[in-house]
């Protein structure tokens, strides 16, 4: 397939985990492609490329969307956050990921960051999400590691320890 000529090129900005960012992008460029290669915001992995194992899942605009059916142009202006941006701090887990640390809901890793991005906005928005309504939110990912029995034990984990926050 031919390269796009440079003056094809659109500059993209967006926030992502609260910092400006921008570059230049091709058209038909993924989000996806936009966040590892142009950003170098590695977290965020490409799975299936047609938005069904759910491994590229970031917010956009405070909610989950799958990376690599958007494209970087579509997020000019957007809030945007990855799996580097849960962390509260560089030197500490949030309550989500200390919970998959715990219980083992890390498994090889790769469809970890969708999940935890997808985890994280329905605990943000539901805290007292359900375990029906925990599995339906991960419905939509695919991971090849396991029965999702750690991820639940995690989810609901950290379900409960958000709770107890939000109660004191």
Do not use: W
């Not at 659109?10 to 230049?24: D, I, K, Q, Y």
């Amino acid at each position: 397939m031919p390269r796009l000529s440079a003056d094809c090129r659109h500059m993209v900005s967006f926030t992502l985990n609260g910092a400006p960012v921008s570059g230049e992008a091709e058209p038909r460029m993924l989000l996806s492609d936009f966040l590892r290669y142009v950003v170098g915001a590695t977290g965020t992995h490409v799975g299936c490329e047609h938005g069904l194992c759910g491994a590229c899942t970031v917010e956009i605009d405070g909610q989950p969307g799958r990376a690599c059916l958007t494209l970087a142009v579509q997020v000019r202006g957007a809030q945007i956050r990855t799996v580097e941006g849960l962390a509260p701090a560089p030197d500490r887990l949030s309550v989500l990921q200390e919970c998959f640390r715990e219980h083992h809901g890390l498994q090889c890793g790769f469809c970890t960051p969708g999940i935890l991005v997808t985890l994280d906005a329905l605990l943000r928005d539901n805290p007292a999400a359900s375990e029906p309504e925990i599995r339906e939110a991960l419905a939509g990912h695919l991971c090849r590691c396991t029965g999702y029995v750690s991820i639940m034990r995690a989810a609901l984990a950290a379900q409960q320890r958000l709770g107890k926050k939000t109660d004191a």
